[in-house]
Structures are given as C-alpha cells and as structure tokens.
C-alpha cells in the first residue's frame, strides 16, 4: 500500500529527445510493487510539450489543471481539466501546453514486464530416432 501527497514524489525531468518544458511524477509505479499499472502526472509549463511519439501501450489520461492540445496525425484536440483522453496503442501523438499556467494531467500506461525466457522441450525422439538406433 502506498498514501503519499503527490507533491512528495520526485518531479523529475522528460529527458527522451523533443520534449521541451515537460517534468512527470511517477506516482506509483512497479518501485511499489504494482503489478500491472503504473500512475504518472505530467507538468508541462506554458509553451512546453511531450515528446511525438508512439509505442505498443494504451494512454489513459484525467486533465488535472490547465489547458492544452493532444497532437495526433490527423489535428489538434483541445482540452481543460477534467477531461479524459484515450490514446490509442501505435498513435503518434503528443500533449502541448497552450495555456499560462501548469498543465497537470495523469497518465495510466501498462507496467512493462519482463519477457520470459521459455527453455526448449528438446525431445530426442521427436526425429523418430535417438541415438542413432
């Protein structure tokens, strides 16, 4: 269990390249045993943005404060706080500040898990022989 202001959690800078201006807050995340999804805030100030990109996983975000656009392949979509937003997996996109203040918002994505490794069954009689018989 975790109960913590999410102002105590570390802001951290976006360092991946074409962000500008963007900080999150990994609010929880596997660091706390969750299994399945981690929680961020997003900070962007005004005039800042995300990175475009794109990735295999679902976003799901809650608009906490201030304004801004989602950039998609096809526009601009605006948004205020108390928006939701679903983006879906292989969209590019990415989120922009257009208002004078913080924009806060939260993004749920999938906790990436490690792939197993899955030994081989090697079966020496899967040939019909083995050992030369």
């Known amino acids: 269990m975790k109960l913590i202001s999410y102002k105590k959690v ?8 074409g962000a500008k201006g963007a900080n999150i807050r990994w609010l929880i995340s596997d660091k706390d045993k969750a299994p399945n999804f981690a929680m961020r805030m997003f900070e962007v100030v005004p005039g800042g943005f995300t990175p475009y990109h794109s990735h295999s996983w679902e976003h799901e975000n809650f ?7 989602l950039v998609t392949e ?7 706080p108390g928006d939701v937003i679903y983006v879906d997996p292989h969209m590019k996109h990415n989120y922009k500040n257009t ?6 918002f939260l993004c ?6 490690p792939v197993k490794q ?16």
């Open 108 to 113: 749920l994505i999938p906790i990436e898990k």
């Open 63 to 69: 608009i906490v404060e201030g304004t801004g656009v």
């Open 118 to 133: 899955v030994k081989k069954n090697i079966n020496p009689f899967a040939s019909g022989r083995a050992n030369n018989c």
């Open 10 to 17: 570390q802001l951290e800078k976006v360092t991946m390249e």
């Open 74 to 80: 096809d526009g601009e979509l605006p948004f205020k």
């Open 99 to 104: 208002g004078d203040t913080t924009l806060k």
